[in-house]
Every structure is written in C-alpha cells, then in structure tokens.
C-alpha cells in the first residue's frame, strides 16, 4: 500500500490520539515531579517490605512447615480442661481481678483526666503555654506502652494488682486526657456564650454549658477505653501485674495445655460480654433505639 493510500488513515489515527489526549490528559501527562515522587515511594515501600521479610529470615516453606506443628500443638490443648476444682477456683478469681484492674483503672483514669482535659482545650484554657504544657505531658503519658508502665509500677510497688491498676491509670490519662480535650473542643460555644453575656464567670461556663453538653460523649469514650483495658489487664497480668494474665502464664510454665486453653476460652467469653455490655451502655448515654446499632 502506498504512501499517500495510507496518509488518511495515519491523519485519523493521530485525530483519535489527540481527541484521547484532551480527554484523558492524565494519561499522557509526562512524569513530573508529584509522580517521580510517587512512584520512589511505592519502590522505596516495596525495597523496605522486602527487606524486612529477609532480616526477619520469612520463608514460605517454614511456615508452611510449621502448620503441622502448629496442628499437633492444637492438639494438646484439646478439649479444655482446668484440671481441678482448685485451678478452676483460682482461674474465676482472676478473672475478677482483671475485672477489677480495667474497671479501677479506667475510673480513676477519667476522674484526674477530665480536669486535665479543661486545661489541654481551647475553649476552656485561655493560656497557650498552659495548653502547650499539658498537652505534651499527655503525649508523654500515652507515648509509653502499657507493658512498660506496668513494668515500672511493679518495680515500684512490686508484684500484683496494685501495680496494674496504676499503670492502667498512667497511659489512660494521656489517652483520654486527650480523647475528653478534643470532645470539649467540638462543644457548641452558644450556651457559653449565653452564660457570659448573663454574667457568668469562666467556672460558671464550664459547670453549666460546657459540661454537660460533653458529659454523655466523655462517657461513651471512657466505657469504650474499658473494652480496651479488660484486654490490656489480661496481657500485664502475664508480667506480674496480677489478674488472669499470671494464672495463664503458671499455666504455660506447668505444660498444662489443656488448662491453657480453658482460660484462654473464659477470657474470649469474658471481652464478648464486656464488648456486649459496653456497646449497649454506650447507646444508652447516647439515647439510642435499643434495637439500633451503634
């Protein structure tokens, strides 16, 4: 076929090109700086990954090796069984006590949080280097893990419950220090402002404007934390902070398998109705249908 056959054909081939470009011009847009950018930080993320997962010595055939280990391991544990009723007995008694830790923890935690919260906000601390101050010490508070703070207190106060209750309380300050300052922030300023131009005093705003407007949200984010803390209590519990943490740990040291997954299934069935009931009381303070999902 000769030249000028085919010149009509390439004229509409590059007509449809240049109707594509101006359609699609992201896709043929020539790379600039934002992609270049982009494009190193997916190949940066994939060299890390890979890297990783060599240092980390991952192997596919390990792990696929180690399914029938993990099966006959399965095995041991299998049916559930304390063993005796003392064990049963000393299994519900921590139960009770990791009960106890989050519950302690966790009050006491958003009783000192709530005023420290007034000085983090805005709307309630005028003073900037006030807020500035109290919010890093809230950082620094939630910045330390709660198997860290746990391993302080214990040095402190040494073994048991005690100890987890405080550090329950340390790390739970900074949380919902920070949780209740964000929710005072959100408030709506208009009954503050009714209460100021009536007279009233900074006090006076927060006692009856400011308070009660945040009252069932700060509530609902300290119910929610204690989800979160019966779980914590029972991972402290294993380094001495008391609950059912140390009897899971006895248990592991014995080789008793079979109690091992006994208390692991009382505490499954335990976080169930805490996640249960705590999801219902949050729905109530927030005045929710029974029946309506949160």
């Keep these: 076929?000769?030249?000028?056959?085919?010149?009509?054909?390439?004229?509409?081939?590059?007509?449809?090109?240049?109707?594509?470009?101006?359609?699609?011009?992201?896709?043929?847009?020539?790379?600039?700086?934002?992609?270049?950018?982009?494009?190193?930080a997916v190949f940066a993320a994939l060299a890390l990954l890979c890297f990783g997962l060599w240092r980390l010595g991952f192997s596919p055939g390990l792990l696929l090796g180690g399914l029938g280990q993990l099966a006959?391991?399965?095995?041991?544990?299998?049916?559930?069984?304390?063993?005796?009723?003392?064990?049963?007995?000393?299994?519900?008694?921590?139960?009770?006590?990791?009960?106890?830790?989050?519950?302690?923890g966790t009050g006491f935690a958003a009783l000192l949080a709530l005023p420290v919260s007034l000085l983090a906000a805005r709307n309630t601390t005028v003073s900037g280097a006030v807020r500035f101050l109290t919010r890093r010490s809230l950082d620094t508070l939630r910045g330390v893990n709660t198997?860290?703070?746990?391993?302080?207190?214990i040095g402190v106060v040494g073994l048991g419950p005690f100890a987890g209750v405080l550090a329950i309380v340390t790390i739970d300050v900074g949380t919902l220090g920070k949780m209740f300052s964000e929710a005072i922030e959100a408030a709506d300023g208009r009954?503050?402002?009714?209460?100021?131009?009536?007279?009233?005093?900074?006090?006076?705003?927060?006692?009856?404007?400011?308070l009660p407007e945040v009252m069932p949200v700060l509530a609902g984010q300290a119910l929610y934390l204690f989800?979160?803390?019966?779980?914590?209590?029972t991972i402290i519990g294993i380094i001495g902070a008391g609950g059912i943490g140390l009897q899971l740990s006895e248990m592991i040291r014995t080789?008793?398998?079979?109690?091992?997954?006994?208390?692991?299934?009382?505490?499954?069935?335990?976080?169930?109705?805490?996640?249960?009931l705590s999801a219902r009381l949050r729905r109530a303070i927030a005045g929710e249908a029974p029946g309506q999902t949160a």
Excluded at 2 to 27: E, F, I, M, V, Y
Excluded at 88 to 104: D, H, K, R, V, Y
Excluded at 147 to 153: D, P, R, T
């Design 1 to 40: 076929m000769s030249g000028t056959a085919t010149a009509p054909l390439r004229d509409a081939a590059l007509a449809d090109l240049q109707s594509l470009k101006r359609r699609h011009p992201d896709a043929f847009r020539t790379l600039d700086r934002r992609r270049v950018a982009g494009l190193f």
């Design 72 to 104: 006959w391991f399965t095995g041991l544990m299998l049916p559930p069984d304390p063993g005796s009723w003392s064990i049963l007995l000393s299994t519900l008694t921590g139960l009770g006590e990791t009960l106890a830790i989050a519950f302690l």
């Design 147 to 153: 198997l860290i703070w746990a391993l302080i207190w």
């Design 191 to 210: 009954a503050a402002e009714g209460i100021t131009s009536a007279g009233g005093g900074a006090l006076h705003r927060i006692r009856y404007a400011t």
């Design 227 to 233: 989800e979160s803390n019966v779980r914590a209590s």
């Design 255 to 276: 080789l008793e398998w079979r109690a091992v997954s006994f208390i692991i299934l009382l505490i499954l069935v335990m976080v169930a109705l805490i996640d249960w």
